[in-house]
């Protein structure tokens, strides 16, 4: 055990696609020169294909915040009436960023773990005829819930308000019909399921929402989201574009196009379901047991153990980051990421890590039981279970 | 599992270390300079380290089979009596080379799976005074076999002949004392446990060997040793070095320094004991039972089944490309390597997709059975072994 390969396997930033940091080094190019225009366009043709929609997809260089950031302040102005779903670190984020805006922000929380109900959305949006805008996670990584996105945008879509959907961690490890469901702007960044490292975000922009940018007296700047858009139609940024993560992004959606959008969230979908069966399997208990995306799945630490020592014994005797808590969750739950480039030979091995890590600490395992129940869930999904695994 | 990724877990060409593969970036630039020189000379010295010799190591441009054809043909004279060891298609090799430049051989020859008995080397050289060389694999990759290059060793430096060892695969995974055993040839690979891609050999050379070098009179130009060994003294090369593999290496050596030549070889002999460990566990039965090397694990197909079907599976559904038995054992065998850069999540992975393919074709596995054997012997070897897993 003297080698011990280094592994990213959080949340994002998620394990890269080799052939896309490959393409990295092609970055010898001008941003103003037909060559890069025509790789950006292809990207972000790319991009609307695999998020499902004819809607602008505007990119910017910065990370996820940054477009969430861009949201607020290109849309709203001064003293608007929001909705925050907030159900974690994340949606917690919505609430700062509307706050420093000077928005008036009504919070509908759930508590760590758990998701905010549609039910809750729709009775505010009754009481509250004034508000302007919702706010949510579709999968808010902190604790690993998913909201239901879809019950929600169809509430909101009947009123005045637009929905804005932080789905960082939501594109590609859920369906999200952006124009079925009155997502009006749908925001990922390039280091989670599009498997390539920080420092781009992009946002789908409705044409609602375009309509209450008209209005908006929110200052901005550098996050200009009318001019991103106009220029990105002609293969053109604002800005300096970060062009070596483009031809990062334009070789990664080459691939998710080629697997396929509904694949690569099928795929997240089944690695989350088989963590869930390997940490029931091996006496563990979910964090969010109600609402699970799969985006990553939060465990709790066994009773008395700190989940930092799983996270350590990662690190240390495997080589491998996988997260923490955050906030005052740190300590209580670690967390297994599926979004992106992750594949079964991986869960194969975190969970026979796992299963030594908690071993090695107190929480006797009998060796192969966890990665038996991933087996299982492969098995089941593959056809290929035989009689004989019943026992 | 809609997402495969491509692991190469063959015994050559070995998974590569990302900073090496990084490292080939730097390749614009000159190999006449004082800034390649510096960088060659220093892999070079490093090699000697990690090799454990004073004695010139010389590098070649070539795969290693160049190397052990420049090893007949700078050594030996037409008509030179030698005896080759052949216990696999790498012996045959020898065999073959030798036989091209007109050498007269004499084959020891143990069955595929077995190793050639020192006992019958030493039998041969009293029986034959004649003989100038004396060939072999320290690790036959074919077959998994390693040989006892110590005690034959000690008995050819008894005689006038050299030691010529084929340690290709040997190099990284078994003690190998080249000074102290008498081996007069050390062959190395850069695609072995060097983690690199193939391109570079490389060879040790006993005075002894240049003794016989002197007389030498078999035709050869561009594999020169003496002229090869002289200017690498200099941190020049004969011919047009390939960069790219020299700054590929040169990295990682540093890595294998770091973690100590004495570790890597650790590191593989407990991986090839884990695998051994999960084969018996799986019900499967091991090809080179008495003479089992840590460079590859070759495991026999289960009765009736074809190996080809489990390296298709492990293509197919799991992106992973392992070893085939080759020549006559191909369709009977498998093989699992561990040279170089290998760790125990790459185990745990590879023995959990195994399980999974060989109850997919037939051969009934109660899932977790050969990953729990993996998890037994890390949990030996790792002092963390706890009573609750003797049942």
Redesign the interface.
Known sequence: ???????LLTPGPTPLY?PALHAM?ASDLHHRTEDFRKIYQSALADLKVVMGTSYDVVPLVSSGSGAMDASVSNLFSKGDHVIVCSAGKFGERWSGIAKAYGLRVTELTAPYGDAVKPAAVIAALAANTDVKGVFIQASESSTGAAHDVKTIGEAVRKTSAIFIVDAITGLGTMPLDIEGWGLDVVIGGSQKAFMIPPGIAFLSVSPKAWKMEETSDLPHFYFNLKKEAKNAAAGESSWTPATSLILALAEALKYVKS??MA??I??AQ?LAKATRAAAVALGLELFTPHSPGAAVTAIKAPAGMDSGKIVKGFRE????IIANGQGEMKGRIFRVAHLG??????L???V??L??IL??NGH?V???????A???V??E??G?R?P??VE
């Open positions: 055990m003297h080698i011990k390969k280094q592994r080799p080094m697997i396929g694949q690569l099928d795929n089944l005797r495997f080589g491998a480039y992750f594949d079964f030979m991986d194969f091995a975190v026979a890590s299963e030594m071993d090695a006797p009998k060796f192969g039981t966890g990665v038996a991933v087996q299982e492969y098995a999904a593959a290929i035989q004989v695994h």
